[in-house]
């Protein structure tokens, strides 16, 4: 190649080295070694640059919050010259919803103390006014269909579906409750509690087998949902349909709190889902029992409702029928656990009530029955005897030796109340001779101690046999459950939607905004007790009974304990509730003493239902002979 002048050029090379020279030249420059120096004012523009970013999108925040403020401002009731409540309406479509999910309790209890009793908010997409207090919670619930009306949030209303009583209108809820109301009638509770006593025999019993530590909210759970469906619903269900149908309750619960949003991986979508799941399985179980309805068969909600629905010629839809059994068990499942939760980390607390309970218990001696059946036989033609303690003392006084109070006989069922053997039967219960329905301690304790086989002849099982007559004798032990419902009460309040704006507090409430009555605040404010309102203290609601004063005391408690909502939709299940709890609260203190797992008692968590933060984690062992329930003795505060 030739040169402009004639001379010959080399061969042209590029201007960057060859790979053969880059390994003689050595290893290559950075990217920043080879850009030039970046001058002190270009990063100082970059810094200018990311802080006038920052204060912008601060500032366009604060513009939006501030609009989003005077948006709800303006919606004031311009007729009335009263002002909103005092509160924040936090950002645009979230509200305060987040801070809510994040503080639980302490949002109310902060935001009341700043505000005072009733305060202004925006919780799941509406506006909300927020009301604790005797008095303004007296005239929300007196004001049911006139000045208020029921108003879930809207994830609610799709969850739960148009026809439960908890989302019907005024004349829809008239009707439906009084279909209802067979299903809690005196009689009907009487027929749900041998049922109920054995399902909670067996689940303690399998509390103190366990060789760790218990869950006992999950635990508690499980068995609430297991009276729901097989006590309330009369459903069979196998174990792998039980747990699949409970996972899919407890999702549905767990969403009924939430954003509006129909989208994927939302928590609304999430409820959807589980929703449609036992809808499903509701439809496939209602079928088969409207087709093999036993006429003998024990009586339960659903027979209730659909005699009830008949009787007063309103056949239910398949619908309603699948609405109504998921509310069955939304009334029965979740608020009934966490109730029961509280009632055994508050007695572990506080053991003085657990010996004033077994005391009170000691006191009434109540009667035992003893079922006997004979192998083969079904259950419907087992005899039943009455023995009160005394009689029994008297027939084994040759031996005082008592039965392992967690040898406990299923008529041939597990202790979680299945349909099929349990697996472990010698264990399960304790065979007797025919002598009378009952052997001697001696020999009680002999035929425990082995591992015997199926044996011929009757076998019988003596256990306290409760009534509704004979737990209304249980004065303390009402004063107990009451205590734990004041301290920790299930939910925190109550829905409602204004009518047309009125007065409250000194403050309008405008047209159409929510109205949430707070239970937990209520207690905690109620000025009527002597006693701190933070103290366990059961006897805050003992009145002598030959003062004649319960009217009178039950009076001045109303709308200062509220736990079940009161006025025209008071909890409908309310007696129920506290049946279970005083069934769990006398089986539990009868058989078992309890103490904690882990080295500090838990937090609470409030949002959606109470319950503590890890399960509750507790150890259970069989009551022996002899020994309380409680730890050694400790001062009653």
């Not at 929300?140 to 609610?156: A, K, M, Y």
């Not at 509770?189 to 067996?202: C, K, M, N, T, V």
């Not at 398949?318 to 980390?345: D, N, P, R, V, Y």
């Not at 218990?361 to 192998?375: G, K």
Request: hydrophobic share 40%.
């Amino acid at each position: 190649m030739e040169g402009m002048d004639g001379e010959e050029l080399g061969p042209v090379r590029p201007a960057w080295p060859e790979p053969a020279d880059c390994l003689l030249e050595g290893p290559r420059r950075s990217a920043e070694e080879m850009l030039p120096p970046a001058e002190p004012g270009e990063a100082l523009s970059w810094l200018e640059a990311a802080l006038a970013a920052a204060v912008a999108l601060g500032l366009l925040l604060a513009l939006a919050r501030h609009l989003w403020a005077l948006r709800w401002s303006w919606s004031r009731d311009r007729a009335s010259a009263l002002p909103l409540p005092q509160g924040s309406m936090g950002w645009p479509f979230f509200g305060e919803t987040l801070h809510w999910l994040v503080q639980g309790s302490s949002f109310h209890s902060s935001r009341r103390q700043k505000y005072g009793a009733v305060f202004k908010t925006h919780l799941l997409g509406k506006p909300v006014i927020r009301v604790s207090g005797a008095d303004q919670v007296r005239k929300i619930l007196l004001s049911e269909h006139s000045l208020v009306g029921v108003q879930w949030p809207l994830s609610t209303q799709i969850l739960l579906g148009s026809h439960t009583l908890l989302n019907a209108g005024a004349e829809t809820h008239r009707q439906r409750r009084k279909l209802l109301a067979r299903v809690f009638s005196r009689s009907a509770l009487e027929s749900y509690l041998p049922r109920i006593q054995e399902l909670i025999r067996g689940e303690l019993r399998g509390w103190c087998r366990a060789p760790g530590p218990v869950a006992v909210y999950s635990s508690a759970k499980s068995l609430t949902f297991r009276v729901a469906t097989g006590v309330l619903l009369g459903l069979r269900l196998e174990e792998k349909r039980f747990a699949e149908l409970a996972r899919a309750f407890e999702q549905l619960v767990e969403n009924l709190f939430s954003l509006p949003l129909n989208i994927p991986f939302s928590g609304l979508r999430k409820g959807i889902k589980a929703r449609d799941l036992l809808h499903q399985y509701m439809e496939k179980a209602i079928l088969e029992k409207l087709q093999q309805k036993d006429p003998r068969a024990d009586s339960d909600a659903l027979d209730f409702i659909m005699d009830s629905a008949k009787e007063h010629g309103n056949e239910l839809t398949m619908q309603e029928l699948k609405e109504s059994a998921i509310e069955l068990i939304f009334a029965a499942f979740f608020t009934t656990a966490s109730a029961s939760t509280s009632l055994i980390l508050l007695l572990l607390k506080h053991p003085w009530a657990i010996q004033k309970i077994q005391q009170e218990l000691a006191s009434h001696d109540l009667p035992r029955q003893c079922r006997c059946f004979i192998a083969g036989q079904s259950p419907a033609s087992q005899q039943t005897c009455q023995k009160t303690t005394s009689e029994r003392e008297i027939q084994n006084k040759d031996s005082q030796a008592p039965l392992p109070p967690r040898l406990e006989w299923k008529a041939g069922t597990d202790p979680r109340g299945e349909g099929r053997a349990s697996p472990l039967p010698h264990m399960d219960r304790l065979v007797q001779k025919t002598s009378g329905c009952g052997t001697t301690g001696s020999e009680r304790l002999e035929e425990a101690g082995q591992l015997f086989g199926r044996l011929e002849g009757p076998e019988c099982d003596c256990h306290s046999y409760l009534t509704l007559e004979k737990m209304s004798h249980l004065r303390y032990l009402d004063c107990v459950i009451k205590e734990v419902l004041r301290l920790l009460p299930p939910v925190s309040g109550g829905y409602r939607t204004a009518l047309q704006t009125f007065e409250l507090d000194g403050y309008q409430i405008p047209k159409g905004w929510s109205v949430m009555y707070s239970i937990r605040d209520t207690h905690e404010t109620a000025s009527i007790y002597q006693s701190p309102l933070d103290t366990f203290d059961p006897k805050r609601f003992w009145v002598p009974q030959e003062t004649g004063e319960e009217h009178k005391a039950a009076g001045a408690v109303r709308f200062n304990y509220i736990p079940f909502g009161g006025g025209v939709r008071n909890c409908i299940g309310k007696e129920l509730a506290l049946t279970f709890l005083k069934l769990l609260a006398i089986e539990l203190v009868s058989t078992a003493h309890w103490e904690l797992a882990t080295p500090h008692f838990p937090k609470m968590q409030t949002v959606p239902i109470v319950h503590p933060v890890d399960g509750l984690q507790l150890y259970f062992h069989p009551l022996e002979p002899g020994r309380e329930s409680s730890e050694p003795d400790k001062a009653e505060t």
